[in-house]
């Protein structure tokens, strides 16, 4: 029921309320496991869980925000979920702590939300690593269109020139990329 009610949404609409995407009795599920564990810290995912926060108490409440999803369909094309800065300050005043991954994000939550923003990107050191010899390449990812757009470059600008140079090489792909 879910996935359809999001095809539905995602299909008619380019904005949307922030508990759109919320599941249906995931708030009963999570708070009997609040009630049984007593978790001192609870990390939510993504804005559209947020409602969580609604139903536990007694911890501290963590919303990990990985992106800023304000009328993220003007500014990346991508209807997968937007909504507009009042829903997701809603969102974000029902955590005690926002993590952001990157500071654009942090400063732009702090102009929506009093609540304490805290950036935790951190840059990525390169290095070389041995060749395993394994010739299997594994993508994971959700159905958004910026997956889709993501592996589909990937397909046409690399995949095939290394599939030139190493013709035994497999790209496996995982997750709700494989839905659609």
Do not use: M
Request: glycine content about 6%; some cysteine; charged content about 20%.
């Amino acid at each position: 029921f879910f996935s359809i009610k999001k095809k539905l949404l995602t299909y008619f609409r380019s904005s949307y309320k922030i508990d759109d995407w919320f599941p249906r009795g995931l708030d009963k599920h999570v708070k009997n496991i609040q009630k049984r564990n007593n978790f001192g810290y609870i990390i939510i995912n993504y804005i559209w869980l947020s409602k969580i926060f609604d139903y536990i108490d007694g911890c501290r409440k963590i919303l990990f925000t990985h992106d800023v999803f304000s009328n993220r369909a003007e500014r990346t094309g991508s209807h997968w979920f937007s909504t507009d800065p009042i829903q997701e300050s809603i969102a974000l005043n029902r955590s005690d702590t926002i993590l952001s991954i990157q500071d654009e994000e942090t400063h732009y939550f702090n102009s929506i939300t009093p609540q304490k923003v805290i950036t935790t990107y951190s840059p990525v050191e390169l290095f070389s690593t041995p060749y395993v010899g394994n010739k299997i390449l594994l993508f994971i990812g959700s159905g958004n269109p910026l997956n889709q757009n993501g592996i589909n470059w990937f397909l046409d600008n690399v995949y095939n020139q290394l599939k030139r140079s190493i013709p035994e090489l497999e790209l496996l792909i995982a997750g709700g990329i494989c839905e659609d």
